[in-house]
């Protein structure tokens, strides 16, 4: 258990509907990020948080996906209108202070979209 | 861009045969190269950090290393335990405050008993 956790672990959807997942992340850390992981492939970054402020967003995250992190805790990462090439292991995770590269991932929330 | 490629794609080991897994990256700066686990249906589980070349890190059965173009992590005596997918992952110096990380698609190791 590394200290950060998501929720839903599965969520199934049908095409069309939206989907919100959250993450809760070691409670010192300052950074949180999203990424996404389909089958056979490693993550791919989606989006950064600094505390509150999200700072960068990777060209992947199309305008139906948005991402809070509301008072610098939790962060949430909504997909309106989910597409079935939405399917797809949405991770977590967070790190520490300055200098201190590695980042701890959660256990993810698959989602699959019908 | 920063890019990640791993080899082999899969790899499977008798329990006691040693081998090395791969990592080739292309990067504006290293700040530093990891090295994560993941089991079936899991996150990654962090595995080592190296941040420069000649550097090395050692745990358990594996042992990674670094030169400026590549990175590879050592099986010892593999256990069927090990068996897991191993992602490599580099961070730039050019992301500022940014620590992301850039993955490749991973090695599939498979320990028989």
């Known amino acids: 258990d590394t200290g950060v956790s998501q929720d839903p672990r599965h969520k199934i959807t049908k095409r069309g509907q939206n989907v919100t997942f959250r993450c809760d992340p070691i409670?010192?850390?300052?950074?949180l990020y999203w990424y996404r992981q389909t089958l056979g492939q490693g993550p791919e970054f989606l989006t950064y948080?600094?505390?509150?402020?999200?700072?960068?967003k990777s060209r992947l995250l199309s305008d139906r996906f948005s991402a809070e992190r509301p008072k610098g805790s939790f962060s949430t990462l909504e997909i309106q209108r989910t597409e079935q090439g939405d399917s797809a292991m949405y991770l977590c995770?967070?790190?520490?202070?300055?200098?201190?590269?590695?980042?701890?991932f959660g256990e993810g929330s698959r989602l699959t979209v019908l | 861009e920063d890019q990640v490629t791993q080899s082999p794609e899969a790899l499977r080991l008798q329990e006691g045969e040693s081998s090395s897994l791969n990592c080739s990256y292309t990067?504006?700066?290293?700040?530093?190269l990891f090295w994560y686990r993941q089991d079936p249906g899991k996150g990654p589980e962090f595995l080592f950090t190296?941040?420069?070349a000649g550097e090395e890190k050692e745990k358990e059965r594996l042992k990674a290393t670094l030169t400026k173009k590549e990175s590879f992590l050592h099986i010892t005596a593999p256990k069927p335990e090990d068996s897991a997918t191993y992602l490599c992952?580099?961070?730039?110096?050019?992301?500022?405050?940014?620590?992301?990380?850039?993955f490749g698609k991973g090695t599939l190791l498979t320990v028989n008993p």
């Open positions: 995770a967070s790190g520490g202070g300055q200098g201190t590269g590695e980042l701890f």
């Open positions: 992952a580099v961070q730039a110096r050019s992301g500022g405050s940014n620590y992301k990380l850039t």
């Open positions: 948080f600094q505390n509150e402020a999200q700072l960068e």
């Open positions: 190296l941040y420069s």
């Open positions: 409670s010192e850390h300052n950074r």
């Open positions: 990067v504006s700066g290293l700040r530093g």
